[in-house]
């Protein structure tokens, strides 16, 4: 159901604004570069210093941005299953095609209580649903035992898997079956994910190259392999340099030396100083990609 390269989008900000007319650049600039899919509100969206009313809005105003032309996993997650609940609802009246659920952070949930958070979400909204599993964020690995009690749910149809591990990407796709939806999370593994049964990737550095991972992904569904690898070693520069700082800082500084969006990040991320090293060397980047 969600396959190729799908963005986990910034929340552009202005004066501390949620900024609507940087949103819809950037969604437009998206959905011209090839991109297969975007994910408003995940964690590069800053989606835990959104309140519920911004968060809504976020996914208000990508849905009405897209105009259908391609499908939009809304981040819709909490470490509350109530909450949850409550922001799968709303996506679901605004009418996107699935919701992305993070496993609950803080709380550090047993494995069968992560099984009982998803069914419940599940359960309460008739909405497919995309686990999300980045333990260095959330405190709590979920193991692919508990990926396979969930993906038995017939709303539960993926999960994005931001370990890095291929073994577990092996484990997922042994235990959920051939028709479940496996999305990486780290941009720097996609093709190997993609090489042991993966489907695709919610990815931070297509908001800067949407096409370049979506024609990765492409050209692996497609049994070019020399082509794909090519394209892999070409984002790797870039994405290191993204990485180099909390993200989204240094993709959102990127975004705005291309005149998307201003430099501006939610508190307590910091905005990155234009004139420092990180910021020079991911101008040079930009310029030698020919993106600036």
């Known amino acids: 159901m969600f396959q190729g390269a799908y963005t986990a989008l910034v929340t552009p900000m202005k004066k501390g604004r949620v900024d609507d007319e940087a949103l819809t650049r950037l969604v437009e600039t998206q959905i011209e570069g090839g991109i297969d899919g975007l994910v408003p509100c995940g964690t590069t969206g800053e989606s835990a210093t959104l309140s519920h009313a911004e968060h809504v809005h976020v996914v208000e105003v990508v849905m009405r941005a897209a105009r259908g032309r391609v499908p939009i996993l809304a981040g819709a997650g909490s470490n509350s299953t109530r ?15 699935g919701t992305l659920q993070i496993t609950p952070y803080y709380n550090r949930p047993p494995q069968d209580g992560l099984v009982s958070h998803f ?25 692919a035992d508990a990926v396979a009690a969930c993906a038995s749910h017939p709303q539960i149809v993926g999960i994005k898997e931001a370990t890095g591990d291929m073994h577990r990407v ?5 235990q959920c079956g051939p028709d479940f939806d496996i999305l990486s999370g780290d941009d720097f593994s996609v093709l190997g994910l993609l090489a042991v049964g993966g489907n695709g990737v919610i990815s931070v550095i297509t908001n800067i190259l949407p096409g370049v991972l979506a024609q990765m992904c492409k050209a692996v569904r497609e049994g070019d392999l020399a082509k794909a690898q090519a394209l892999n070693h070409e984002h790797l520069p870039l994405t290191r340099l993204l990485f180099a700082d909390s993200n989204p800082i240094p993709t959102k500084a990127c975004l705005h030396m291309m005149g998307v969006c201003e430099n501006e990040n939610r508190s307590p991320l910091r905005d990155l100083d234009m004139q420092g090293e990180l910021a020079a060397s991911l101008r040079a980047q930009l310029t030698a990609m020919k993106l600036l």
């Open 119 to 143: 069914r419940a979400i599940a359960d309460a909204v008739p909405l497919p649903m995309v686990l999300y599993n980045v333990p260095s964020r959330t405190g709590i690995d979920m193991l």
């Open 83 to 97: 909450e949850a609940i409550e922001l799968t609802r709303a996506c679901k009246e605004l009418g996107v095609s």
């Open 170 to 174: 092996a484990e997922i796709r042994e």
